[in-house]
């Protein structure tokens, strides 16, 4: 494994990130919808640095299973707990890829007639996109290897590192 963004540069960032957070969403309780599962880490270390008043929500999609490519079909596998009409939401993904995911839950979403929507993304690959998508909030701009590790998965392995890596040629073929 190769360390692409080591954990304290994930700290940093995330520091940054709430910042700015909290200040534009200072009075409005938004609803932050976590992307499971890639997002968990990112969700939770945003989340308790956040100085204002908000809500969770969790959200499954049918992702990429154990291949590194996207299908572009998007299935909703858990969907909110709560009624988002007339909130503030903003959705936290762990890595915009195709922006085809995104795609489809931001046009579902707007559909229940949110006050706001919103992106913020830990990662972005804009070299890897297959349709254009607003985000508001980036952590980092990578290019277009894929990348595990602070809740981003192959095959549901590498969740737990607390860095973000790229994986080697073996990693990706051996077993566990
Ligand atoms: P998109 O629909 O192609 O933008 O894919 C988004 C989803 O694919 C992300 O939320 C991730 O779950 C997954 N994904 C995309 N790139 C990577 C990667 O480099 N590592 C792990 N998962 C990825
Ligand atoms: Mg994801």
Known sequence: MKTLISAPELQAKLDDLAARISEDYAEMNPVLVCVLKGAVFFMADLARRLEIDLEMDFMAVSSYGSSTDSSGVVRILKDLDMNIEGRHVLIVEDVIDSGLTLKYLTKNLSSRKPASLEIVTLLDKPGRRKTSLPCRY????????????????FAERYRNLPYIGILEQDESTAGP
């Open 138 to 153: 980036t952590g980092f701009e990578i290019g277009n290897e894929f990348v595990v590790g602070y809740g981003l998965d």
